[in-house]
Nanobody
Framework: QVQLMESGGGSVQAGGSLRLSCAAS????????MAWFRQASGKEREGIVR???????RYADSVQGRFTSVQDKANNILYLEMNNLKPEDTAMYYC???????????????????WGQGTQVSVSS
């Protein structure tokens, strides 16, 4: 049974950093595509990072250069390192996975099979 569990959210001031974790079970990291999404209150869910099974990682323009996502395959954990946080980064953050080679960040993202419960990130100015 595939399960994803995020942790690491919290409250920080603008310019600060946080590291989110997504602990995966039921499959081996790297065999499924993975992605990070976020959803601010009253807004649509936004895909921000995509990790393909071929090792490619892609970032949305909104986080490019500030966020980095890496896979710890030894411990089956996906990390999202967030630096230079801005108030507009405030949102619930989710990790997602699917047996597809590439997880869509737009369009058919709601067809991704596995989601974590989310972790809240709040950035104050």
């Amino acid at each position: 049974q595939v399960q994803l569990m995020e942790s690491g959210g919290g409250s920080v001031q603008a310019g600060g950093s946080l590291r989110l974790s997504c602990a995966a079970s039921g499959y081996t990291l790297g065999n499924y595509c993975m992605a990070w999404f976020r959803q601010a209150s009253g807004k649509e869910r936004e895909g921000i990072v995509r990790l393909d099974t071929d090792g490619t990682t892609r970032y949305a323009d909104s986080v490019q250069g500030r966020f980095t996502s890496v896979q710890d395959k030894a411990n089956n954990i996906l990390y999202l390192e967030m630096n230079n946080l801005k108030p507009e980064d405030t949102a619930m953050y989710y990790c997602a996975a699917d047996p597809w080679p590439r997880c869509p960040l737009e369009g058919s993202w709601n067809r991704l099979n596995y989601w974590g419960q989310g972790t809240q990130v709040s950035v104050s100015s």
